[in-house]
């Protein structure tokens, strides 16, 4: 293709904003188009109770460089903050159990901690012991979370531990994620070692330091300052379709203008993008609406201090599918940010839907509160009723990474590449779901349209 001189970002969340800053890093022209209101997509900082409090996700993987690299760029560095406690329980039948120690996704690596968290039956117990025993057998191709897992250590596991935290993040079923595109420390546990448990304890030994980080005031800024450094950050301007001739892109604005460039970086979710290049790249446009997503409401509760029966003594709680509650999860956010004590009330986020169960996002604000309240106090045994809340709303908001799903990713680029040089897609629909993840894939596609 032609030498790139105008990039035009669609879609003004991490990914875009990112994207925008190492393109224009490169020295390009880098246009900016978002659809809504404002900058940030899913990272979004709101008040409540006189606190900031996220609306989407609060942390992200510290494990991994490129977030962190990202904000000491931006010199917020010296404002990373680590979740206060790391420890999370899980809501199985009538009680809370704590998730064991020393786990992978779940995947338990230690024999103790399982034993004491009473979250298996004895006979849980014994069947994830034949893991140390039994012959090594083919993933196969593309191996669900579930298949690889269930093998090896029993449907236990897969429900009570691997699904609430594998499908918890994803939004997903683990008998349907593929395990390398959302587990890849798994897969990589299986290949290493006949057993799981022995090959994923050999990748833990050298861990060490916080798993996520947040950032002091919010993640809201960290789009503030890349979206400060955007040149031309076109709000409020959504694209409909994107032509070509000439070996220049034509996006069609509404409002206008329309916009020129000589490559895209479509950020925007695959069902979004896969109308935009339905006219450049029929074959494209095929493999994006085959990725289907689901739908996640954020439900943050407010309640005086008199309303607990006990001290919440950890990050959170999650709660496994097979239970059938409401809620999926349950942040106790003033416990996992002491900084949020300050609006002297204690602050509860749930998470409500996945991929299968539409009831969160199907019912009205006045009723979602009133369900996730009464399975709260039934779990934490509250006494009063929340004084505040704070719903998001996540529609189609959860890319789902079924098995073949990194197959259909190849087939976009693979399809782009052919029909349409130097469009490319990024972000949360492709190539990781975490804030991390769509800081590399935005870098990725910047290094793609300068070398």
Known sequence: MAEVRRVAVVGGGITGLAAARFLGQAGLDVTVLEAGAGPGGKIQTRELAGVPVEAGPDTFLARVPWAVELCRELGLG???????????????????????????????????????????????????????VLPKADLGADPTVAAVVGRRMGREVVDRLVDPLVGGINAGRADELSLSATAPAIAAGAARSRSLVLG???????????????????????????????????????????????????????????????????????????????????????????????????????????????????AGMLVPRIEGRLITACTWSTSKWPALAASGLVLLRASS?????????????????????????????????????????????????????????????????????????????YRGLGIAACIEQARRAATLLTT
Do not use: N
């Open 200 to 314: 994923l304890r050999q990748a833990k030994a050298g861990a060490g330091g916080p798993v996520f980080l947040g950032l002091a005031g919010g993640l809201h800024r960290l789009v503030d300052r890349l979206a400060s450094d955007v040149t031309d950050l076109r709000l409020g301007t959504r694209v409909s379709a994107i032509t070509s001739a000439a070996g220049i892109y034509r996006l069609e604005c509404t409002p206008g203008p329309d916009a020129d460039a000589d490559a895209v970086v479509l950020t925007v979710p695959s069902f979004v993008a896969a109308r935009m290049v339905a006219t450049v790249s029929p074959a494209a446009a095929d493999h994006l609406a085959r990725i289907r997503h689901a739908s996640v409401v954020t439900a943050t509760l407010a309640y005086r201090p008199s309303a607990l029966a006990r001290p919440l003594d950890g």
């Open 78 to 132: 010296d404002e990373l903050v680590a979740p206060a406690t790391g420890k999370a329980f899980l809501w199985i039948g009538d009680r809370l159990r704590p998730l064991p120690e020393r786990h992978v996704l779940g995947v338990p690596t230690a024999l103790v901690p399982l034993l004491r968290s009473g979250v298996l039956t004895p006979a849980g117990v014994g069947r994830a012991l034949l893991d140390l």
């Open 353 to 429: 839907g996945r991929d299968g169960d539409s009831r969160a996002i199907d019912m009205d604000d006045d009723e979602l509160v009133r369900g996730v309240h009464e399975e709260l106090a039934e779990a934490l045994g509250l006494a009063e009723k929340p004084v505040d809340s704070l719903l998001s709303r996540w529609p189609r908001g959860f890319p789902q990474y079924v098995a073949g799903h990194q197959e259909t990713v190849a087939g976009i680029e693979a399809a782009l590449a052919g029909d349409a040089p130097g469009v490319l897609v990024a972000g949360a629909s």
